[in-house]
Structure formats: C-alpha cells, structure tokens
C-alpha cells in the first residue's frame, strides 16, 4: 500500500463509475461467418494461417494486435494465471512466444508444462483456443530473435527481472542507463534467463460467433499422429 489516500470514486462502491445496466445490454449478435467442418482442412496449422491472415487483412488500424494471444498456465497445486503475450512463429510443432524464463508463467510452466493459448479476433468474430504443453525453443532460435528485437528491447529484457518487486521506475531506469554504457558499441548478449517457449499443441479450437448464441466450434483434437475434428455444442 502506497498509504495515499484513495479517492472516494474508486474506494466506495456506492459511487462506482461502472454502469451495470449498460453492462447487462452490451452484446453483439454475430454474423459475419459460419464455420462447418466441411470448410476444415485436415491439418489446424492450414486452417490456423487461413484465420490468421483473414485477421490480419480485417484488423482495424496499427493498433490492433492479430498475434497477441492470452496464455494461461497454473501451478502443480492448481492455481491458474493468465497474461498476454505475442505470438512470434508458428509451424506444424506449434506456437512459439518469448519471455523470461524466470517470470511467474516461466516457473509455472517449469513446473507445469501444461498451457494454453487464446486468440480472440473480434472484427472477425472470432476465438481460437489452444491446449498442449510448452518446450523451450532452442537456444539458436532464442538468440536469432534476440537479435532481431530494437536494441533497447534488448536492454531491457536483461534489465527486467520481470514479475519480481521493483521499488520504483527510477531504478528500472538507471539500471537501462547503466547498461546502455556499459554496452555501448557492442552485441548485447542474450541472458540466459531469457528464450522462447513453443506450445505443442494437443487441441485447437475454432470458434465463429453466429446469430442467436448457436455458435459455430469445430475442434482439432489430436490422436496418436492424427487430427480428429469433432463439432461442439456453442
Ligand atoms: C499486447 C501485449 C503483448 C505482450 N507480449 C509479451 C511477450 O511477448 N512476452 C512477455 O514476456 N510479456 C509480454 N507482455 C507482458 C505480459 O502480459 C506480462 O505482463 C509479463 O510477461 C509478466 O507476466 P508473468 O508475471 O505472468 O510472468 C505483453 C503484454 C501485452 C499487453
């Protein structure tokens, strides 16, 4: 606690800013698509690019990011978070994202390898949802996409030591000063606290809202090597 006193707006609920009634009307009555498992392909990374790049011709503005997906991951007793973060590549082993391996998500997966990935693409009315386990990416695959990120991207991941207190944003600062000299006309090398994780997939979901709530869900769920596609009930 900062030990500032709240404002009587935020602290009481008598005076909430939130308006229910407004929440309880807010839906949309989505029919843009249908989804049948005829249109699937046999494989979901084929039928994953399809809505992947459909997302990314309708996206509305720069703002609007296709590859940000919720990942949601839980501890061995069962306690379960969720944050998002981007997806980077992708291929028939599954979805790649990378982060630090010292972070809440990288302890719980370490723990856990179990995880899962939720796209939701409203100008196209659409989710996809995910289910598998993570492995890490190679360390090559790591540092290449180090690499690629703008410098003071680099920076910073080596001076987060993300998900952990900091005391203020003056320290997080000095420490990127700190560092900005002392790599100064140099590679910055790649922390091993920090590399990529691949969610190998064992479900994957699509879903395209339809009028009325009678959703269309078509799911890949995997079988030995193969894909069974199956309907579900909205
Ligand atoms: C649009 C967006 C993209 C993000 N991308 C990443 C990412 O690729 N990797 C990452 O570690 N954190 C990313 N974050 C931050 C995470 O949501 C989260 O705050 C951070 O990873 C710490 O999570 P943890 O404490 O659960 O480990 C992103 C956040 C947003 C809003």
């Not at 599954?94 to 939701?120: M, R």
Request: with cysteine; aromatic share 10%.
């Amino acid at each position: 606690m900062s030990g500032q006193p709240q404002s009587p707006e935020i602290s009481s609920s008598e005076n909430s800013p939130c308006d229910n009634s407004s929440l309880a009307d807010m839906r949309r009555n989505y029919q843009r698509a249908g989804l049948s498992k005829a249109d699937c392909p046999d494989s979901p990374f084929e039928q994953f690019t399809a809505w992947f790049e459909a997302s990314k011709a309708a996206s509305p503005g720069d703002w609007f990011e296709v590859n940000a997906m919720t990942l949601s991951t839980a501890t061995p007793a069962g306690s379960v978070s969720a944050r998002i973060v981007l997806l980077k590549a992708f291929d028939e082993r599954g979805f790649v994202f990378f982060t630090n391996y010292d972070s809440q998500k990288g302890t719980e997966l370490a723990a856990n390898p179990h995880a899962s990935l939720t796209f939701y693409w409203g100008p196209l009315e659409r989710q996809v949802r995910i289910v598998g386990f993570v492995e890490k990416t190679s360390r090559e695959q790591s540092e290449e996409y180090f690499h690629a990120r703008p410098r003071a991207s680099q920076l910073g991941a080596i001076v987060s030591q993300q998900s952990s207190l900091v005391p203020n944003r003056a320290a997080l600062e000095t420490a990127m000063q700190q560092l900005e000299t002392q790599h100064e006309g140099k590679e910055i090398p790649v922390p091993e606290h920090w590399g990529g994780y691949r969610v190998v997939p064992t479900e994957i979901e699509f879903w395209q809202g339809r009028p009325n709530r009678l959703h269309d869900r078509i799911r890949y769920r995997k079988e030995g090597k193969a894909w069974v596609l199956e309907r579900l009930a909205p």
